[in-house]
């Protein structure tokens, strides 16, 4: 019998020499999510005040401590190393580098320093993002993403980090899911700020996209390669026959806004139809900025949406369903189907040969440590079905240069605090003790 270290347990798992020569595999994390912003001086982000406010988070759970990555880096680099990994893909924390979102902490940055230059030393290339999740508190008193200013702070910053550690870099991004940072924080209020304001969402909506426009200007000037964003995708579906206008619509919110704006320099009429009478003034100006160059494209997937049109709700009067599909402990169906389809639309539709990097994918599950070993037979065939998808994406034509897992540790999952775990490594919340999965050792097996 297989144990939770096997790596046999996953016929169809694809073993590197499947993929093209070069392709990368790497895991995931954020700095929020793992750090312990508590530690090395960061400044108050908003996630701790909504957090702090009752009922917004799963046990009012915050990342105070979290994985304790902060002292515990070189560790976690070690899994890393250990894994066979190529590439590590990280976040630098906003509020950690500018406590008050305007001056730097240096404790901040070399702390970040310290982490590219452990990377480099285990043969690990390190993967940037400048933006996941973490505004300072200050910036959040002034309008967070509603207020334009936090777009022109935002490259300030990015051009702070850069300037330390961008000559490290294999590949930056400036945002991570701008439609979590925009729609699901500040119309759907699942995330901070909590917000369900329409006129607060068409701006967060456009003054993200320009957060990138803007920071992508000032770091070409100061001469740094291999720049893009990280962008969220849903294969949205009818949930039966006639589900009307609800799929086009939903499609436009959830991922065309994003891509259209980022590749065409336009925003979906259908979306604006909606948010046209709340954006900013002279928003347009702004669109061929946002639309400048990229090097590559991040494409997270997770799970497909299946909507009807709802016409007894607001605009814009969709209406989700539960699918049948197998699902993970976030209640997610589990579609592979969906990614090979978005990758091959992405190069059809928008980026051509662009390089494409599967920037995360990963399931949540509710592991436990039994005689020292996760057994995690649902994520390896997650993870060898998500790897299968990819291939045929290439296969069909998509430049998918590389694959990194959500996530290299059991972490802070934002709303749902510390219960969802989506590691390839265990993590002890109270003993901060590590324990790779079965997952992780077959990924090992696969890519060694
Ligand atoms: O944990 C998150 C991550 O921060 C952003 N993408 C989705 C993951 C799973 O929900």
Redesign the pocket.
């Known amino acids: 019998m297989p144990d939770a270290t096997s790596p046999a347990v996953t016929p169809d798992m694809p073993k590197r020499a499947d993929f093209p020569a070069g392709f990368i595999f790497g895991a995931a994390t954020?700095a929020y999510?793992i750090e312990g912003h508590a530690f090395g001086g960061a400044g108050p982000c908003h996630w701790d005040s909504f957090a702090a406010t009752g009922r917004n988070v799963v046990g009012n759970e915050d990342g105070a401590r979290a994985c304790e990555h902060y002292t515990r880096w070189p560790e976690d680099l070690d899994l890393l190393r250990d894994g066979g990994f190529d590439a590590y893909r990280f976040s630098t924390s906003w509020a950690r580098v500018m406590p008050d979102g305007v001056q730097v902490n240096p404790e901040g940055l070399d702390f970040y320093d310290r982490l590219v230059d452990g990377m480099i030393a285990r043969g690990l290339a390190p993967y940037l993002t400048l933006y996941?999740?973490d505004l300072p508190s200050a910036l959040a008193d002034r309008g967070g993403w509603a207020n334009r200013e936090t777009a022109e702070r935002f490259a300030d910053y990015a051009a702070a980090v850069m300037a330390r550690i961008g000559d490290r870099v294999a590949r930056t991004a400036t945002i991570?899911?701008p439609w979590?940072v925009s729609w699901l924080s500040h119309f759907e209020g699942h995330h901070a700020p909590g917000l369900r304001d329409i006129r607060a969402t068409a701006r967060a909506m456009h003054h993200i996209q320009l957060a990138h426009g803007l920071a992508l200007q000032k770091l070409r000037a100061a001469g740094h390669r291999d720049l893009g964003i990280v962008l969220?995708f849903s294969e949205v579906l009818p949930a039966h026959p006639g589900a009307g206008t609800a799929v086009d619509l939903s499609d436009a919110l959830s991922n065309r806004w994003f891509i259209d704006s980022i590749t065409r320099g336009t925003y979906p009429q259908v979306a604006l139809d909606g948010l046209g009478p709340h954006m900013p003034q002279d928003w347009q100006a702004d669109m061929a900025l946002i639309s400048a160059p990229l090097d590559w494209l991040g494409v997270?997937y997770?799970t497909r949406a299946l909507v009807s049109h709802d016409a007894g709700a607001p605009w814009p009067c969709i209406r989700n369903h539960q699918g049948p599909l197998p699902k993970t402990q976030?209640g997610w169906e589990i579609y592979p189907d969906g990614l090979r389809n978005l990758l091959v639309r992405m190069a059809r539709d928008y980026v051509g040969t662009l390089p494409l990097v599967v920037t995360?994918n990963g399931m949540a599950w509710d592991d436990a440590v039994q005689d020292g070993q996760v057994a995690d037979p649902m994520r390896q065939a997650y993870v060898a079905a998500h790897l299968n998808a990819t291939r045929h994406a290439i296969s069909e034509g998509a430049n998918v240069q590389g694959f990194f897992y959500?996530?290299l540790l059991d972490n802070y999952?934002?709303a749902f605090g510390y219960e969802k775990r989506?590691g390839l490594v265990h993590v002890d919340f109270e003993t901060m003790q590590r324990t790779p999965k079965a997952s992780y050792h077959m990924l090992k097996a696969a890519v060694s």
């Open positions: 954020a999510q996941h999740w991570n899911e979590c969220n997270n997770y976030m995360e959500w996530s999952e934002w989506f």
